[in-house]
T-cell receptor, first 115, second 114 residues
Framework: EAGVAQSPRYKIIEKRQSVAFWCNPI?????LYWYQQILGQGPKLLIQ????????DSQLPKDRFSAERLKGVDSTLKIQPAKLEDSAVYLC?????????????FGPGTRLTVT | AQTVTQSQPEMSVQEAETVTLSCTYD???????LFWYKQPPSRQMILVIR??????QNATENRFSVNFQKAAKSFSLKISDSQLGDAAMYFC???????????FGKGTRLSVIA
């Protein structure tokens, strides 16, 4: 079974530029999460999708961040315009079933550096 | 809001020895799940072990075991016979019942000394 795929793996941009990250979850996984992991900290949820609907985006800075999940499969996360404090690793994770008690499967992450 | 605290930013252990990583959490929920994730330098987060709060028996997975103290809201990870490949960041995480996001601690960086 293929794992969660993310691209790009690394991205360097200047502040005020825009950037987009892509995630392809494990086939059949209904739930998709985007987490932000700042250096030295644990991941924090940005947004959760159930199929193509948003379940929780309460911690997403909506003035600059946006995310979508087309057709309940792939997802993109966009930042526009980027700030220095957005430098972090952006992790995508997926899980199989609604109300599942089981694990989330993580992708390798995208390391964003904003200069 | 639920919180997870890992009080040991760094730990080290000699190869073949045993090490225990600490984790405490705060929640008012009665039904939840606890996890330990490992994140090697490549950054791929991998599940090490999970514990259902309703189970009294501590979970074990080969060399990894937990000490789950529900009343004390404590969830420590014991790694026996440590190997060089165990070196990584270890994150304790909490999840409410249902398809809910994980709440992570800040992590403990484990070094294994040959």
């Amino acid at each position: 079974e293929a794992g969660v795929a993310q691209s790009p793996r690394y991205k360097i941009i200047e502040k005020r530029q825009s950037v987009a990250f892509w995630c392809n979850p494990i086939s059949g996984h209904a739930t998709l999460y985007w987490y932000q992991q700042i250096l030295g900290q644990g991941p924090k949820l940005l947004i959760q999708f159930q199929n193509n609907g948003v379940v929780d985006d309460s911690q997403l800075p909506k003035d600059r961040f946006s995310a979508e999940r087309l057709k309940g499969v792939d997802s993109t996360l966009k930042i526009q315009p980027a700030k220095l404090e957005d430098s972090a690793v952006y992790l995508c994770a997926s899980s199989p079933d609604r109300d599942s008690s089981y694990e989330q499967y993580f992708g390798p992450g995208t390391r964003l550096t904003v200069t | 809001a639920q919180t997870v605290t890992q009080s040991q930013p760094e730990m080290s252990v000699q190869e073949a020895e045993t090490v225990t990583l600490s984790c405490t959490y705060d929640t008012s929920e009665s039904d939840y799940y606890l996890f330990w994730y490992k994140q090697p330098p490549s950054r791929q987060m991998i599940l090490v072990i999970r514990q259902e709060a309703y189970k009294q028996q501590n979970a074990t997975e080969n060399r990894f075991s937990v000490n789950f103290q529900k009343a004390a809201k404590s969830f420590s990870l014991k790694i026996s016979d440590s190997q060089l490949g165990d070196a990584a960041m270890y994150f304790c995480a909490y999840r409410r019942s249902g398809n809910t996001p994980l709440v992570f601690g800040k992590g403990t960086r484990l070094s294994v000394i040959a």
